[in-house]
């Protein structure tokens, strides 16, 4: 790990069944690899999120799958199709992964670099709001 752990996302994912860890922990990782700033964190008391300049994603286990909850507004492309639900979402689009599911981590990265770019330029619903302005 080449990354600042945050001890509360160790206590979130090591209990969780082993095919869940293994998401939780090559999604900690892709977004981390995403760019070397990015920092984790808890909020919602309990849930892993990671930021820089504003959130990127958050991890949630649930009973069948992992939730992975991009916030990007639903303005970053998405052309391998890897968003599962929330495509109208106006805040965040969820990638769900089940047991057996392998993770499209090629496409996952690109999704979470578009974001860190969008952040560090204002954060998606500013660069929403220009868009529509025609700006």
């Known amino acids: 790990m080449s990354f600042e752990a945050d001890p509360r996302v160790d206590a979130y994912i090591d209990p969780l069944p082993q095919w869940q860890r293994a998401i939780c922990r090559e999604v900690r990782e892709l977004v981390h690899a995403a760019d070397p700033e990015v920092v984790e964190t808890i909020k919602r008391t309990v849930q892993p999120y990671f930021v820089l300049e504003g959130n990127i994603c958050a991890l949630l286990a649930a ?32 990638v769900a992964v089940r047991e057996g599911e392998t993770l499209n981590a090629p496409a996952l990265l690109t999704m979470f670099r578009q974001i860190i770019a969008n952040n560090r330029a204002g954060g998606w619903r500013k660069l929403k709001r220009a868009g529509e302005s025609g700006h």
């Open 63 to 94: 009973k069948t799958h992992v939730n992975v909850f991009v916030y990007d507004g639903a303005i970053v492309p998405d052309p391998d199709g890897i968003i599962t639900a929330g495509h109208d979402n106006k805040t965040a689009r969820t």
